[in-house]
Nanobody, 114 residues
Framework: VQLVESGGGLVQPGGSLRLSCVAS????????MSWYRQAPGKERDMVAR????????VYADSVKGRFTISRDNSKNTVYLQMNSLKAEDTAVYYC????????WGQGTQVTVSS
C-alpha cells in the first residue's frame, strides 16, 4: 500500500488549496479514505472521510462548510479542497486508509500565513 500526498504550500488567510492523494497497492474503490492533520505539538486529528464509492462524507466541525473531500476512483485519487483557509488550519496533512492495518502517506505541509 502506498499513499502519496501533494498540493500543500503557503497560502494567505482566506485563500484556497487542493490536496491530492494518489493511492496504490489495494482495491481503492473498496475502502474509505480519510484526511488527517497534525499541527506542531498537537495530536493528529481527522479532518474528513469519504466512503469507497464517494456517497458518504464526514467532516470535523472545524472545517465544515470550508473543506470538501472527494475522490476519483478511476484515478485512485482522493482530494481535499480547502477554502477560506485560516491560520489555525496550518498543519501537516496526511491521507489515510484502514485495511487490516492503518496506512498513512508521508504528509504535505499546509501553512496559512500573511
Amino acid at each position: 500500500v502506498q499513499l502519496v500526498e501533494s498540493g500543500g504550500g503557503l497560502v494567505q488567510p482566506g485563500g484556497s488549496l487542493r490536496l491530492s492523494c494518489v493511492a496504490s497497492g489495494f482495491s481503492f474503490s473498496s475502502y474509505a479514505m480519510s484526511w488527517y492533520r497534525q499541527a506542531p505539538g498537537k495530536e493528529r486529528d481527522m479532518v474528513a472521510r469519504i466512503s469507497g464509492i464517494g456517497s458518504s462524507t464526514v467532516y470535523a466541525d472545524s472545517v465544515k462548510g470550508r473543506f470538501t473531500i472527494s475522490r476519483d476512483n478511476s484515478k485512485n485519487t482522493v482530494y481535499l479542497q480547502m477554502n477560506s483557509l485560516k491560520a489555525e488550519d496550518t498543519a501537516v496533512y496526511y491521507c489515510s486508509t484502514q485495511l487490516r492495518h492503518t496506512y498513512w502517506g508521508q504528509g504535505t505541509q499546509v501553512t496559512v500565513s500573511s
